[in-house]
Nanobody, 115 residues
Framework: QVQLVESGGGLVQAGGSLRLSCVAS????????RGWYRQVPGKGRELVAS???????SYADSVKGRFTISRDNAKNTVYLQMNSLKPEDTGVYYC?????????WGQGTQVTVSS
């Protein structure tokens, strides 16, 4: 069974940077669109960034120019480079993937930005 495993979260000061990674473990599957979502207490998950299998990207307005999503298909990994972090970027970040038509989520990784 395919699993998505995230890493790279943590505590950082405002203005700092973090790089999240999400690897899809397993074999014999095809990964299509991938994305990163953010959730804060009391709210639903919001899309932060997404990338298609062809490499086209899209971003939430709040992170444009600061975050960059990329993928390494050979490693089944998607990354989220987060620069110029702000306290409002704080939340649990979830990796998402469309795998063989099925929606798959990672377990989430906490990102905390202090002011």
């Amino acid at each position: 069974q395919v699993q998505l495993v995230e890493s790279g979260g943590g505590l950082v000061q405002a203005g700092g940077s973090l790089r999240l990674s999400c690897v899809a473990s397993g074999s014999g599957f095809s990964i299509n669109d991938r994305g990163w979502y953010r959730q804060v207490p009391g709210k639903g998950r919001e899309l932060v960034a997404s990338i298609t299998s062809g490499g086209s990207t899209s971003y939430a307005d709040s992170v444009k120019g600061r975050f960059t999503i990329s993928r390494d298909n050979a490693k089944n990994t998607v990354y989220l480079q987060m620069n110029s972090l702000k306290p409002e970027d704080t939340g649990v970040y979830y990796c998402h993937a469309n795998i063989d038509g099925w929606s798959k989520w990672g377990q989430g990784t906490q990102v905390t930005v202090s002011s």
